[in-house]
């Protein structure tokens, strides 16, 4: 760089000027550093972030920058070529701004999902192979008991091995049947219409003369027989075009480049902020109080897999749920209770009262009108802020703007099974009254001119109290 600079512009040479320092500190403190601070806080000092255009971009980078502490070895890298397949499988984070309108995946994620059309692009290319392993092996099981067939690689210059090339045409095998399965899980993706896009290696004219197949390790090939006569109409439309379309996998993507101006530099760094240490506040939420009440636990137990369920529908609409869905969620429901503790002997009954308790949200006028989407409206929605000089930290099952109020709600998945089920939520609203309180008081700290009202809402016995705050 320093040769060269004399034949830059004097834009050129300026940039030049402003990097150089900062690459001349990099490179004295390389191998002093681990290999991930060494590169990103050389890209800091070459104003990288300002480039970016989202904080989703921001997470792309640091996504790489933990690829590179994975690949750590002393402050370097003990292989380039793992770095670049590495990369490869590096892919950029799904944008939280976009609508499902269209949705890019792999197969492997599409699997159990149906989409009213499906595209699948590229399919005349292949899969980057691997290398030939040291060692083969194939296991089987008969009535004399497990049988294990060994083969070693042949050694440089020596014969092939016959036993090796049966293990290794099996395993080519098993890769095609894993592509069939893999191609049948994304063509049966399709409500209505499945779009196919691929390509072959060679110009109209050269596949018309030698009747070129695609590749055997891609997944045109095994469409093939059904899709050759589509490829030869084409050819004959295409015949005298000379234009060669490759469907290599490493076709190289275009790439722009992003610029800071010349005379651009970095924010100060904001000032501090006042801080003083305050006690935990003493204030228990009842419901999280331990219990050795087994009843209470059980309830305990339920509430927390109800309101990750009750979040879930909040964020994703009530159109997509409906009985059948929840009756699919079941080994996922019993997943998460046992992941709570609930063992076999209580599984059916605690199952049961978590299965009534959504159901019923997604059904009753109440739950529909707590659960129904708004602008705004949060679930599980985590505050921190100074209660009578305390600090206190919440978390809000779900909170809403409707009708120019502010509805606070808390869900409660306790019941009463005998007795008068009125008076028990009566007695909820005192038990819970100075909690939620506390819920207004952060809101309105917040808003001080919406008037804001909180609800106590019981799935199992379509419960619910409300009041003024």
């Known amino acids: 760089m320093h040769r060269r600079a004399s034949n830059l512009s004097d834009d050129g040479q300026a940039r030049l000027a402003r990097i150089v320092p900062i690459l001349e500190e990099a490179l004295a403190k ?7 601070h060494w590169v990103e806080s050389t890209w800091v000092s070459l104003n990288g972030p ?12 640091s996504s790489y920058f933990d690829l590179l502490d994975r690949l750590d070895s002393g402050g370097d890298i003990d292989s380039l070529s793992a770095l670049e397949k590495s990369i490869r499988l590096l892919f950029s984070q799904p944008d939280p701004e976009a609508n499902d309108s269209i949705q890019i995946m792999t197969i492997h994620k599409a699997k159990g999902l149906e989409f009213d059309a499906v595209l699948l692009p590229a399919l005349g290319r292949h899969t980057y192979g691997d290398d030939r392993s040291l060692l083969l092996w194939d296991e089987r099981t008969t009535v004399h008991g497990t049988e294990l067939l060994m083969a070693p690689m042949k050694p440089k210059g020596g014969e092939e091995d016959l036993i090796y090339e049966f293990l290794n045409n099996i395993e080519a095998e098993r890769i095609k049947n894993e592509s069939r399965r893999l191609l049948y899980v994304a063509v049966t993706r399709a409500k209505h219409e499945l779009h196919l896009f691929g390509d072959l290696d060679c110009t109209a004219q050269e596949f018309l003369e030698e009747a070129k197949p695609p590749d055997s390790r891609s997944l045109l090939s095994l469409l ?12 004959e439309v295409e015949r005298d075009r000379p234009v060669k379309i490759h469907a290599a996998a490493e076709s190289s ?4 480049l992003s610029r800071l101006p010349l005379n651009w530099t970095a924010p100060g760094v904001p ?10 506040p003493e204030f228990v939420d009842p419901e999280d109080e331990v219990t050795y009440d087994w009843a209470g636990e059980r309830a305990r137990r339920i509430g927390i897999v109800v309101h990750g369920v009750l979040q879930r529908i ?6 997509h749920w409906d ?3 929840l009756r699919m969620m079941q080994p996922s429901l019993r997943a998460a209770l046992a992941n709570q503790g609930v063992g076999p002997a209580d599984m059916p009954d605690m199952l049961s009262r978590t299965e009534r308790a959504i159901l019923t949200s997604i059904t009753d006028s109440r739950g529909r009108w707590i659960l129904q989407g708004r602008p705004h409206a949060r679930s599980e929605f985590a505050l921190t802020g100074t209660v009578d000089g305390q600090l206190n930290n919440f978390a809000i099952d779900r909170t ?5 109020i502010r509805w606070i709600v808390d869900y409660k998945t306790g019941s009463r099974e005998g007795g008068d089920p009125e008076a028990f939520l009566d007695n909820e609203v005192v038990r819970y009254k100075e909690k939620m309180d506390r819920y207004a008081q952060l809101f309105r700290a917040l808003d001080p001119h919406t008037p804001i009202k909180i609800g106590l809402y019981y799935p199992l016995m379509n419960g619910w109290r409300e009041w003024e705050a």
């Open 30 to 36: 390389r191998g002093r550093l681990t290999l991930r």
């Open 50 to 61: 300002a480039c970016l255009r989202s904080n989703r971009e921001l997470e792309d980078a």
């Open 224 to 235: 093939w027989p059904a899709v050759r006569q589509e490829f030869i109409a084409q050819a």
């Open 253 to 256: 993507i275009e790439r722009s």
């Open 271 to 280: 000032g501090g902020l006042d801080w003083w240490p305050v006690n935990e």
């Open 314 to 319: 909040a964020e994703e609409g009530l159109s």
């Open 323 to 325: 009985e059948a869905r």
């Open 400 to 404: 809403f703007i409707a009708d120019g």
